[in-house]
């Protein structure tokens, strides 16, 4: 593989979802921490974070989720048709939230970034790649 082909595939930008998203699971793990459930919960957040990568490249959007066995799913930047932002709460007021990303290849979201931080900023990322492409 040339240079420019690697560094075409070199992530943008790369995250996984907000620990704001565990807030809850967050707070009772804590308090729970000396019946030891507690420890189990928080062990449980970073696992989930772990299998959920999500990545921006100058030509692709990929998910990839899974610890041992993974898969992942790309759409390429030049054919997403929609892209979503939904932001809900108090998550949704520290700008977390999910981007859904669609082609015309079909009616609903391909690929959908759940609980990411700075949701709006990601999704203005993809736009301004889509207008170098343009």
Known sequence: MSSTAASLETPIWKGRPSHWSYFWLWLF??????????????????????RNTFMITPRAIIVETGLIAKSSNEIRIQDVRSINLLKQGLAGFLNVGDLEFSSSASDKAEIVFRSIANATQVRDLVR???????
């Open 29 to 50: 793990g804590l308090l729970l921490i000396p019946v030891v459930v507690g420890v189990f919960m928080i062990a449980w957040i970073f696992i989930d974070r772990a």
């Open 128 to 134: 301004a790649r889509q207008e170098v492409k343009a």
